[in-house]
């Protein structure tokens, strides 16, 4: 098994590469959906959040309301560190969970495991690889202008909540710069899969 970490700042091209890679043939998983997973109702880490912050935090159904949630805890280091305590560590322990069983399935699978938080989670998967998506500022802020209709002064201060693009190419094996075409993006993301192809074929 090859196991790609891919991450990158929000809005910064990140599923276009790891829908590419999909298409090519990677096994896809993405962090956003895990945590997601981990907070279903009957969950403990669910039970955990409830205890932390209260019941006002669920839905009349039982699940988990994530707005009112992020509203508690955007402006607050101190709850954002406690809920990132209960989720993180959840999200870490089910993730490496199904990249084990995506490599029992197939001991040749690539898997592509899509986590923007790679850098502010600490995760320490045995990753073959890691690959950033990188657009630049300005570009991040038109597109969530643009595409999820973010007034700029909330999409800076969305780009601002996380960790600084120069500290994910710290870590970069590969960057991929998606500022440009779309066209441009994927040919990237293409020559990545030709390279991890090529690498293994040749060890035999």
């Not at 073959?128 to 909330?154: F, M, N």
Request: aromatic residues 4%; charged residues 30%; negative net charge.
């Amino acid at each position: 098994m090859y196991l790609i970490g891919l991450t990158g700042g929000i809005a910064s091209g990140k599923s276009t590469v790891a829908r590419r890679l999909y298409e090519h043939g990677a096994v896809h998983l993405d962090a956003d959906q895990l945590a997601r997973r981990v907070v279903e109702p009957g969950t403990p880490a669910l039970a955990a959040i409830v205890e932390a912050f209260g019941t006002d935090v669920l839905r009349p159904d039982g699940a988990l309301d994530r707005d009112r949630l992020g509203r508690l805890v955007f402006a607050d280091d101190a709850a954002r560190a406690r809920l990132n305590g209960i989720v993180h560590p959840a999200v870490r322990e089910l993730s490496a969970r199904l990249i084990r069983e995506a490599g029992e399935r197939d001991p040749d699978a690539i898997v592509v495991y899509d986590v923007p938080l790679l850098v502010e989670a600490s995760v320490d998967h045995p990753f073959d690889l890691i690959v950033v998506t990188s657009a630049g500022r300005k570009e991040q802020v038109k597109r969530l202008v643009d595409e999820r209709g973010l007034e700029p002064e909330h999409a800076e201060a969305r780009i601002d909540a996380q960790v600084d693009d120069e500290e994910r190419r710290r870590i970069a094996d590969v960057v991929i710069d998606t500022s440009g075409t779309l066209g441009h993006t994927v040919s990237q993301a293409d020559a990545l899969w030709a390279r991890i192809v090529e690498e293994r074929r040749s060890k035999g």
